[in-house]
């Protein structure tokens, strides 16, 4: 009996040095995972709405609408707005048509919506620079329709295309 039980632990103490010898020759490597990372920027915008406009009325006409930006962490963009899609409108001179009416009107970077800060599409000149954090950003439009303008009554329209420019 204990030279069976010999053979028998010298068997098992065999058959566990087999595998521990062929683990311990297993060949091993490395492999990089890589990707590239493009910058994006979304943008959305809430209409801007006049309300009525009397022509007879001494003061302005004033609104306010909002823009809503988001893109990629450390993304530097600029906002433009273009001139519209009413004939014969710019950026110094937006307008609203109704028929073969116009309206004039404007729309500013800021509150006081002074004639330096127009909000174009010129970099660098008139747009609204920002910096992406990867959340929604908001940012104001604020516009006016100048006082004493004698048009028709009716729904004047105007279509602007805002650019995010990254």
């Given at each position: 009996m204990d030279t069976s039980f010999g053979l028998l632990r010298a068997a098992l103490t065999a058959a566990l040095i087999v595998p521990l010898a062929t683990v311990?020759?297993?060949?091993?490597?490395?492999?990089?995972?890589?990707?590239n990372v493009q910058a994006s920027c979304q943008v959305s915008a809430n209409d801007l709405n006049f309300g009525n406009y009397s022509p007879n009325a001494a003061t302005r006409n004033d609104a306010q609408s909002e823009l809503?930006?988001?893109?990629?962490?450390?993304?530097?963009?600029?906002?433009?707005?273009?001139?519209?899609?009413?004939?014969?409108?710019?950026?110094?001179?937006?307008?609203?048509?109704?028929?073969?009416?116009t309206l004039n009107y404007q729309l500013y970077r800021t509150s006081s919506r002074n004639s330096n800060e127009v909000w174009g599409d010129t970099v660098g000149s008139n747009t609204l620079q920002?910096?992406?954090?990867?959340?929604?950003?908001?940012?104001?439009?604020?516009?006016?329709?100048?006082?004493?303008?004698?048009?028709?009554?009716?729904t004047y329209i105007d279509t602007i295309t805002v650019n995010v420019l990254f």
């Open positions: 311990a020759q297993s060949p091993t490597t490395t492999f990089k995972v890589t990707t809503k930006v988001t893109c990629s962490p450390n993304v530097q963009y600029n906002i433009a707005l273009n001139a519209g899609t009413s004939a014969g409108a710019s950026i110094d001179t937006r307008k609203m048509t109704f028929g073969s009416s920002g910096n992406g954090t990867g959340t929604q950003q908001s940012y104001p439009v604020y516009g006016s329709v100048p006082a004493g303008q004698l048009v028709s009554p009716g």
